[in-house]
C-alpha cells in the first residue's frame, strides 16, 4: 500500500479528493492529510511518504514554500501540484522544484488517475531499487557500502569522523589510491539491476579487487574501486548488455579519503556530458579535456529572440536559436555553459511570455516543463528540437493574441471603462477582466498603449477630478476624495500633496485667491 499525503487548507476538497482516489483505487492509499504547508513538513519529517497532492495557495505556508523546504529532506516524495488557471507563476516555481505533475482545477478525474497509476509505477520501481540495494553485498546492507552512501548524503563531513567510518569498514585502501564510477541504471533495467551489476562486479575483480558501492540519495549507483581497470572492464561488460545498459562516468585518481566527496562530484559534473556524447558507454573526467570556462552566455541573441517572438519572424527566429545552442560552441566549453543558456532561455523567452500572456493551454505548459531542465534529456539534439518546438508554438500563440487584441481595440475601451468608473472602486482585475484580456498582458498592452502605467494613469484621472471639485465647488475635503475614487480623507490628502506639493485645502485657498484676483 503506498502513502498519499493530500495537503489542502479546505476540509471537502482533502476529503473529496480522497473519496475520488478511493473509488478508483480501492484500498491501494494509505492517506494524511495537512491543512497547511508547515503541517505537511510535520508529516513528511516523521512519515514515508511516496506521493503527495499540494495545493499552491495556502495560509502559513503554501504550496511552494512548501517544496522549497522539502529539498532539505533526505527522500523527497512524488508531487502533484493543484491550482487555479491564475497561478501561473506559482507554477513556474513548481516546475523549478520538479513536481511530477501540474494539474488545472476544477480536477479532471482521468487526468489525475492517469498521473497517480504512472506515479504508482514509479513509487513501485523506485521500492525495488531500494530493496535491491539494501539486500546487496555491496549496497546499504553492507558495511563499507553503507558507510560510503552515509557519506555520500551528508552535507557538511567531519573529516576525522568520516575516516574512523570508513577505516572500521575496511576501507582504508582509499589513502592508498582510488576512482569513483558512476552508473545510472535506466528504469527498464528493473529492481534486480543492482544486484546483477555487482555480480558482475565481483566476477570482474575476484578476490584481489578492492571495491565497494553503494546507491546515492538519486538512485545512482557508485562505485569506488581501487583499480581503475575494474571500472573500465565493467563499463565494457554492461555495453554488450541490452538490459543493464547503463552509462559510466568516471572521476580522475585520488587518494585519501577527504577526497572522496570531490572524486564523487567529478563524477556527477562527468554524467552531464552524456547529452553531448550519448554514443558513448563511458566518459571520464581526464577524458574530457580541458575545457573553457569562461564561454560568455549569449544573454543579448537571447533577448533579442524574447523580443521577436510573435512579429512573424520565425526564421529570423531559428537562426537565432542555432546561433544561441551553436553545437561547437557548446562542444568546447563547460557543461556549465550549457546549463547557463538554459536558466537564461527560461527566464528572457518562456518566463516572459507566461508573464506577459498567460498560458495557452495546459500542453505548452507540460511542453516548457520538460524543456526548462537539459537534465530531462539524454541527448541534445532531442534538447534543441523540443526548445525549436516549444518557440514555434509560443510564437504563434504571441502572435494570435497581439493580433486579435489589437484588431479590438480593447486599449481603447479600457482607457474609456475607467473614465467612466475611476471614482468607483475600480483596479486593474477589473478593467482587464471588463475587456478579457489576461491580468500581466493588459499591465504591459495598457502601459504600451497610455504611456503610463495603470495606477499613474488613475491617480492621475482621480486627482483632476479632485482639483476641479476643490477650484468648482465648496465640498468638504472628506467628500471630495469619496467623490474622486480615493479609500479615505488621509490617502487622498497624501497622494495630494506628494503630486502637486501642497495639501488640498492649500490648493482651493490659491485657486479662490488666484479667481478673486481676476475678478
Same mark, same amino acid.
Given at each position: 500500500m503506498l502513502s498519499l499525503l493530500i495537503v489542502d487548507d479546505e476540509k471537502n476538497i482533502r476529503l473529496g479528493l480522497q473519496a475520488m482516489i478511493d473509488r478508483q483505487f480501492a484500498g491501494k492509499y494509505s492517506y494524511l492529510f495537512a491543512e497547511n504547508g508547515r503541517e505537511a513538513m510535520e508529516l513528511l519529517a516523521r512519515?514515508?511518504?511516496?506521493?503527495?497532492?499540494?495545493?499552491?495557495?495556502?495560509?502559513?505556508?503554501?504550496?511552494?514554500?512548501?517544496?522549497?523546504?522539502?529539498?532539505?529532506?533526505?527522500?523527497?516524495?512524488?508531487?502533484?501540484?493543484?491550482?487555479?488557471?491564475?497561478?501561473?507563476?506559482?507554477?513556474?516555481?513548481?516546475?523549478?522544484?520538479?513536481?511530477?505533475?501540474?494539474?488545472?482545477?476544477?480536477?479532471?478525474?482521468?487526468?489525475?488517475?492517469?498521473?497517480?497509476?504512472?506515479?504508482?509505477?514509479?513509487?513501485?520501481?523506485?521500492?525495488?531499487?531500494?530493496?535491491?540495494?539494501?539486500?546487496?553485498? &555491496? /549496497?546499504? %546492507? +553492507?558495511?563499507?557500502? @553503507?558507510?560510503?552512501?552515509?557519506?555520500?548524503?551528508?552535507? *557538511?563531513?567531519?573529516?576525522e569522523e568520516i575516516r574512523g567510518r570508513l577505516t572500521g569498514a575496511g576501507l582504508g585502501w582509499l589513502d592508498e589510491g582510488y576512482s569513483v564510477g558512476l552508473l545510472k541504471i535506466p528504469d527498464s533495467a528493473g529492481a534486480d539491476a543492482l544486484s546483477l551489476i555487482v555480480r558482475a562486479v565481483k566476477m570482474l575483480g575476484g578476490e584481489e579487487e578492492r571495491w565497494t558501492a553503494c546507491r546515492d540519495r538519486e538512485g545512482l549507483l557508485v562505485i569506488a574501486a581501487a583499480a581503475e581497470g575494474l571500472l573500465r572492464r565493467l563499463s565494457e561488460q554492461l555495453s554488450g548488455n541490452a538490459l543493464l545498459a547503463a552509462r559510466m562516468a568516471l572521476s580522475s585518481r585520488a587518494s585519501g579519503i577527504a577526497q572522496l566527496r570531490r572524486s564523487y562530484s567529478q563524477a556527477r559534473q562527468v554524467l552531464k556530458y552524456f547529452l553531448l556524447y550519448p554514443e558513448s558507454e563511458l566518459l571520464s573526467y &581526464? /577524458?574530457? %579535456? +580541458?575545457?573553457?570556462? @569562461?564561454?560568455?552566455?549569449?544573454?543579448?541573441?537571447?533577448? *533579442?529572440?524574447?523580443?521577436?517572438?510573435?512579429?512573424?519572424?520565425?526564421?529570423?527566429?531559428?537562426?537565432?536559436?542555432?546561433?544561441?545552442?551553436?553545437?561547437?560552441?557548446?562542444?568546447?566549453?563547460?557543461?556549465?555553459?550549457?546549463?547557463?543558456?538554459?536558466?537564461?532561455?527560461?527566464?528572457?523567452?518562456?518566463?516572459?511570455?507566461?508573464?506577459?500572456?498567460?498560458?495557452e493551454s495546459i500542453?505548452?505548459?507540460?511542453?516548457?516543463?520538460?524543456?526548462?531542465?537539459?537534465?530531462?534529456?539524454?541527448?541534445?539534439?532531442?534538447?534543441?528540437?523540443?526548445?525549436?518546438?516549444?518557440?514555434?508554438?509560443?510564437?504563434?500563440?504571441?502572435?494570435?493574441?497581439?493580433?486579435?487584441?489589437?484588431e479590438r481595440k480593447d486599449m481603447q475601451k479600457a482607457v474609456?471603462?475607467?473614465?467612466?468608473?475611476?471614482?468607483?472602486?475600480?483596479?486593474?482585475?477589473?478593467?482587464?477582466?471588463?475587456?478579457?484580456?489576461?491580468?500581466t498582458y493588459f499591465s504591459q498592452a495598457f502601459k504600451e498603449y497610455t504611456g503610463e502605467s495603470f495606477s499613474v494613469y488613475l491617480r492621475r484621472l482621480r486627482l483632476a477630478k479632485a482639483k476641479e471639485l476643490l477650484g468648482t465647488s465648496d465640498r468638504k475635503v472628506y467628500e471630495i476624495s469619496t467623490m474622486s475614487g480615493f479609500d479615505n480623507v488621509k490617502h487622498f490628502t497624501r497622494v495630494f500633496k506628494e503630486v502637486e506639493g501642497i495639501t488640498p485645502l492649500e490648493y482651493r485657498s490659491r485657486q479662490l485667491a488666484h479667481g478673486a484676483g481676476r475678478s
Open positions: 512519515e514515508s511518504i511516496d506521493i503527495m497532492i499540494t495545493d499552491i495557495r495556502m495560509p502559513v505556508m503554501d504550496g511552494i514554500g512548501l517544496l522549497e523546504r522539502m529539498q532539505e529532506l533526505p527522500s523527497i516524495p512524488a508531487v502533484i501540484i493543484l491550482s487555479g488557471h491564475d497561478d501561473f507563476p506559482y507554477a513556474r516555481a513548481a516546475i523549478r522544484y520538479q513536481a511530477k505533475e501540474y494539474l488545472l482545477k476544477p480536477i479532471v478525474r482521468e487526468e489525475l488517475f492517469a498521473v497517480l497509476e504512472r506515479l504508482e509505477e514509479e513509487a513501485e520501481r523506485r521500492k525495488g531499487r531500494e530493496e535491491a540495494a539494501a539486500s546487496s553485498p &555491496a /549496497g546499504n %546492507g +553492507d558495511e563499507a557500502g @553503507g558507510q560510503l552512501a552515509y557519506m555520500l548524503s551528508q552535507d *557538511r563531513i567531519d573529516v &581526464a /577524458g574530457l %579535456g +580541458d575545457r573553457s570556462s @569562461g564561454c560568455p552566455v549569449p544573454v543579448d541573441a537571447v533577448r *533579442r529572440l524574447s523580443n521577436i517572438l510573435g512579429t512573424g519572424k520565425l526564421q529570423e527566429m531559428k537562426r537565432l536559436l542555432q546561433q544561441i545552442l551553436d553545437i561547437r560552441t557548446v562542444s568546447r566549453c563547460e557543461i556549465g555553459y550549457l546549463e547557463a543558456i538554459s536558466r537564461v532561455l527560461n527566464e528572457e523567452v518562456f518566463d516572459s511570455v507566461f508573464r506577459h500572456y498567460g498560458e500542453e505548452i505548459l507540460r511542453l516548457y516543463r520538460r524543456a526548462g531542465h537539459i537534465e530531462n534529456f539524454d541527448r541534445f539534439d532531442d534538447y534543441y528540437r523540443l526548445v525549436e518546438q516549444l518557440l514555434e508554438r509560443l510564437d504563434e500563440y504571441v502572435a494570435g493574441v497581439r493580433g486579435a487584441h489589437g474609456e471603462y475607467l473614465h467612466e468608473h475611476f471614482a468607483s472602486d475600480v483596479n486593474m482585475a477589473v478593467v482587464s477582466n471588463h475587456i478579457s484580456l489576461n491580468y
